[in-house]
């Protein structure tokens, strides 16, 4: 079997992972200081046209964009995730759901933001200049990034050891389930966009939250 298949199925079981726990996922937040921070980033932020957003879940930051967009395109794997989504936006909101898996999806359109909630974490390193690529050509010349995410892992999931990007999850269930979930330190990614041909600041917030904000280097002001 090759690697490439390898992370095929890994990227599998992570699809099917967020599926199996979607009824349980808002019951599952991380009740863990700077969570707050996050949401007064982007409205500090303000996601404002029309707004792309990757791997949308149950749509608890949809609601949020919704706030400030004219228009949201909201793309997640699982249908379960975007079903609970469509009901938690209000009738008539302008959005679009989108079933799709982000290591295939080409954009059809451009975007003035392009929004990450707690998903670049699970995007395996080795696919993350081709999921910058993604996000490049879905901006328009003046696009702005933002991303929430956190580096969080117990021990009990490092079922590869601390080296390793892959970890085991556990459904309320029992079931467990192999996901991707990186450690990004904020500097480092910092560093790494900035080598992808990104301006984004990290910021790192007072648990182990970040988020990231800004645009591609030479483009527009992140704020
Ligand atoms: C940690 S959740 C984040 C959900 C939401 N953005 C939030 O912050 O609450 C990760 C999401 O990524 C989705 N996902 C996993 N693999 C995917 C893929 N290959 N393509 C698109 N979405 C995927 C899952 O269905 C899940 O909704």
């Not at 997640?76 to 936006?89: C, F, H, K, N, Q």
Request: proline share 8%; aromatic share 10%; charged share 25%.
């Amino acid at each position: 079997m090759t690697t490439g298949s390898v992370q095929d199925q890994l990227l599998a079981e992570q699809r099917a992972y967020y599926s199996a726990l979607a009824p349980d996922y808002l019951d599952q937040g991380l009740e863990l200081p700077g969570g707050a921070e996050l949401a007064d980033a982007l409205d500090a932020f303000r996601p404002e046209g029309s707004v792309l957003e990757l791997a949308c879940g149950p749509g608890v930051w949809t609601r949020q964009l919704l706030r400030h967009a004219s228009d949201v395109t909201a793309v997640d794997a699982s249908r379960e995730m975007l079903a609970i989504a469509a009901s938690l936006v209000p009738d008539g909101a302008p959005v679009r759901f989108v079933e799709a898996d982000l290591f295939t999806w080409e954009p059809d359109r451009r975007y003035d933001v392009v929004f990450m909630g707690f998903w670049l974490s699970h995007v395996p390193a080795e696919r993350l200049e081709s999921f910058w690529a993604l996000v490049a050509a879905a901006l328009a010349p003046r696009g702005r990034v933002f991303f929430a995410d956190d580096g969080y892992r117990t021990p009990e999931e490092l079922i590869e050891g601390p080296a390793s990007s892959t970890i085991q999850r556990r459904t309320p269930d029992g079931t467990a389930y192999r996901i991707v979930k990186v450690p990004h330190e904020p500097a480092d990614l910092e560093r790494r966009l900035r080598e992808l041909g990104w301006d984004i600041t990290v910021t790192p917030t007072a648990g182990p939250f970040f988020w990231g904000a800004g645009n591609r280097a030479g483009g527009a002001s992140p704020g």
